[in-house]
Nanobody, 114 residues
Framework: AQLVESGGGLVQPGGSLRLSCAASRLTFSRYNISWYRQAPGKERELVADINSGGGTINYVDSVKGRFTISRDNAKNTAYLQMNSLKPEDTAVYYC????????WGQGTQVTVSS
């Protein structure tokens, strides 16, 4: 199985980015999906997660009201819409899929800077 993140980049404070996590060779609709991030010198932290059916969603307090996690099971893809970005959101963002097994993507860099 493989998870491939995309959509990262450099954005000014207050800007937006949409991350995508494309899954292959797994039954995507059975997996809970999470987005994690890791900033330099810091531990990896859970940003948001969504259950297999999309009905249960959770966010870390620091992104509530700014980030939106979603998924399209028909496209085997999950998303993280990030609005009102702040410099402290700068990190490598990782997609995680978990059910009977756990898979990680390779990460995509998000840099928020003027």
């Amino acid at each position: 199985a493989q998870l491939v993140e995309s959509g990262g980049g450099l954005v000014q404070p207050g800007g937006s980015l949409r991350l995508s996590c494309a899954a292959s060779r797994l039954t995507f609709s059975r997996y809970n999906i999470s987005w994690y991030r890791q900033a330099p010198g810091k531990e990896r932290e859970l940003v948001a997660d969504i259950n297999s059916g999309g009905g249960t969603i959770n966010y870390v307090d620091s992104v509530k009201g700014r980030f939106t996690i979603s998924r399209d099971n028909a496209k085997n893809t999950a998303y993280l819409q990030m609005n009102s970005l702040k410099p402290e959101d700068t990190a490598v963002y990782y997609c995680n899929a978990r059910w009977n097994l756990v898979f990680w993507g390779q990460g995509t860099q998000v840099t928020v800077s003027s």
